[in-house]
């Protein structure tokens, strides 16, 4: 249990991207059997990177972890930009 406790926010963190990533597929009315797929697609690639590519990615590890953030970042201002609409016809 002590070796996975390093990964403890990678697995907080992963989880609230996919929770953004799905708002914003509800939102988008896509088909859930589809956007599945994709996140199932996604998770495969990303561990076939994450497997393969460590090594040569370490020295690197500064600019992914800063991108990362910011991705999700832009991704929560574009989901309450989207959402700005409905919530101001609401109050009217």
Do not use: D
């Amino acid at each position: 249990m002590e070796e996975l406790k390093q990964f403890l926010a990678l697995l907080v963190f992963g989880n609230i991207e996919n929770l953004i990533l799905a708002a914003q597929g509800v939102a988008a009315h896509v088909n859930p059997l589809g956007l599945a797929c994709l996140s199932l697609c996604a998770v495969v690639f990303w561990l076939l990177i994450g497997t393969f590519g460590t090594k040569i990615a370490m020295k690197y590890a500064r600019y992914i972890n800063f991108i990362g953030g910011l991705a999700i970042f832009i991704l929560g201002i574009q989901a309450m930009m989207e959402s700005l609409p409905g919530m101001l016809a609401f109050f009217h």
